[in-house]
């Protein structure tokens, strides 16, 4: 049975053809037997320009490692290769065009695109059904596709180190979502809706433009590990200071739902109706109050675990209307009444 | 001055056995320990079994689901407890992983790149008084088989990977061992302590240190 020359048989399964400067990979040297044995093939540290159909030819693989190689491109053949289940493919010179029009055919589990140069997550991706690790740290990214919420298997997803200015709030679909990872972005605000991440363990979120986070965040009962260094989070207590007066509509609109004023479909016409539904209970408890479209934007701080200072927002109805323990902004004990959470809670905030 | 001769550590196991050697005097010079660390070419075949990527990085190739367990921060993975003198410790750092800014509670503090790259930001201590953002003094980017050195006299520092496509690997010596630190918010200089736990200990994962664990420095 011959093997190329410098090639390391670690088991049966395994062929390790890594880091032996190769600018061509020939798989003549290798036995048809060997192709259909081997389950783990490593072709990191190599000069492939690209990577030959043939690779198909390996039609048990589970595991291809083809890291830092010249790549602009991988070839239609992995589409072949049924049992793929982890694919490296991290610092070569792949973007969005670079893969083959059926990649989204793989059973791919796990898949590292990082450093690489995509400027957008290429939809042959969105179509991997199985995917519960994904990665494109340090490439190119502006924005992470709505079609994210399509890979209901995700646990995983590595996002760091691009140019990802928001977060959909599609991301909140994905069920199992427990280790997401947006550090070294440009995100500025983060959707109240990934309170609905109920698995999520771990979110990173340092460096990025943040300044206050949502109050939902709260919410995230799992969450264990949480950063936030290096964004321009407020210190100090802040109060929205613009503040437009409701209009009449709103104003009428607030009368009704605050005094319960009964009100059926033949009394109004359907545009009226739908704007009454949309009415938004103020956060405050000791307020039974509504608002509509007018509300004043209130950074609060929330301790967290007798640690930090985290400037959460919320909206209330009118500037009068704050929460019981606001009476002195400036107070460094000031602390979240309203929704308590229990110290138990986000136990290691990477704040520092 | 007086240089003695720097014998080269073939393996870790050697290096570790020179520092035992070292330590048994009572004082510590600085630049010996430093030296001899530096001098050390990292093997990974020599400390990959104390180094516990636990994470969703496929680094050895197999993700078994049942070991894969996500984290958002490095692992301390105990290797040696230099006869009480020292503890020597190897940190793993995944992609994005970094350290909170803190203090090294009166002990030297010794810190080699085994592989990957690093980057350190030294800090001031904060004025008890101010309440104000803590003052940055340097930053350096550490290589593969460099030492660096610190402790609270010099000031505090933060580490972090920030690389997001490779993991690395440090080597760590402590002396004396200390288990609780201070940790420092970049924003106002608040400080609070914070237990130390290993991840693993002589190469075995040790999951039930402590019930909250709440720092991995």
Not at chain 1, 140 to 157: A, G, V
Not at chain 1, 190 to 195: D, F, G, K
Not at chain 1, 225 to 246: A, C, H, I, Q, W
Not at chain 2, 88 to 110: Q, R
Request: aromatic content about 8%; some cysteine; proline content about 5%.
């Amino acid at each position: 049975m011959e093997i190329h020359e410098g090639a390391a048989v670690a088991s049966d399964s395994v062929l390790d053809f890594s880091r032996l400067s190769l600018t061509t990979f020939n798989l003549n040297s290798v036995s048809d037997e060997r192709k259909r044995d081997t389950k783990q093939l490593y072709l990191n540290y190599n000069r492939l320009g690209s990577l030959p159909s043939s690779v198909s030819l390996f039609c048990n693989l589970e595991f291809l490692d083809i890291s830092n190689n010249g790549l602009s491109a991988i070839c239609e053949g992995i589409t072949r290769l049924t049992r793929l289940k982890t694919l490296i493919a991290k610092n070569n010179r792949l973007d969005e065009f670079s893969l083959p029009k059926e990649f989204g055919s793989l059973q791919l589990e796990v898949l590292n695109f990082s450093g690489n140069r995509f400027e957008e997550i290429p939809l042959q991706c969105m179509k991997l059904l199985r995917l519960q690790s994904l990665s494109f740290g340090g490439n190119r990214l502006k924005s992470i596709p709505d079609e994210i919420e399509n890979l209901t298997s995700l646990e995983l997803l590595y996002l760091g180190g691009n140019l990802i200015t928001a977060i959909p709030p599609e991301v909140a679909n994905l069920p199992y979502l427990s280790y997401l990872v947006l550090c070294d972005n440009r995100i500025q605000s983060v959707p109240p809706q990934l309170t609905r991440l109920h698995s999520l363990r771990s979110l990173s979120l340092h460096n990025n433009l943040l300044t206050y986070l949502p109050r939902e965040i709260l919410c995230l009962v799992h969450l264990q590990e949480l950063s936030l260094r290096g964004n321009p989070l407020v210190v100090r207590f802040v109060k929205e200071m613009t503040y437009d007066p409701p209009s009449l509509l709103e104003l009428a609109g607030r009368t009704v739902k605050s005094r319960n004023i009964p009100y059926y479909p033949y009394d109004l016409p359907s545009n009226l109706m739908r704007y009454l539904d949309l009415a938004s209970k103020c956060p405050n408890p000791k307020c039974a109050g509504v608002y509509f479209d007018s509300c004043v934007r209130q950074i609060k701080f929330v301790d967290f675990c007798g640690k930090y200072r985290l400037p959460l927002m919320h909206y209330l109805c009118s500037p009068e209307c704050t929460s019981p323990c606001s009476s002195n902004p400036q107070s460094d004990a000031e602390s979240e009444e309203e929704s308590s959470v229990p110290a138990y809670r986000l136990q290691r905030v990477l704040l520092g | 001055m007086e240089h003695t001769e720097v014998v080269k550590p073939e393996s870790l196991d050697e290096l570790i056995k020179i520092l035992h050697k070292i330590f048994e005097s009572d004082s510590i010079n600085v630049e010996e320990v430093q030296d001899i660390m530096e001098a050390y070419d990292s093997n990974p075949q020599d400390w990959m079994r104390y180094a516990k990527f636990d994470q969703y990085s496929t680094f050895d190739g197999c993700s078994k689901k049942s070991n894969r367990t996500w984290k958002n921060r490095y692992t301390r993975n105990l290797v040696d407890e230099g006869n009480g003198k020292f503890n020597l410790m190897i940190l793993c750092w995944g992609e994005g992983h970094g350290s909170s800014i803190h203090d090294h509670t009166d002990s030297h503090c010794f810190m080699k790149l085994l592989q990957g790259q690093l980057k350190e930001t030294l800090f001031e201590w904060p004025d008890s008084k101010s309440k104000g953002e803590m003052v940055q003094k340097s930053q350096r980017i550490l290589q593969e088989n460099k030492v660096a050195y610190i402790n609270d006299s010099i000031g505090l520092h933060r580490v972090e990977n920030g690389s997001h496509t490779e993991c690395a690997a440090s080597l760590h010596l402590y002396s004396p061992p200390f288990q609780s630190c201070q940790t420092f918010d970049q924003r106002t200089g608040h400080r609070n302590t914070v237990k130390m736990t290993f991840w693993s200990k002589k190469g075995e994962r040790t999951p039930f240190e402590t019930a909250f664990s709440q720092e991995n420095n």
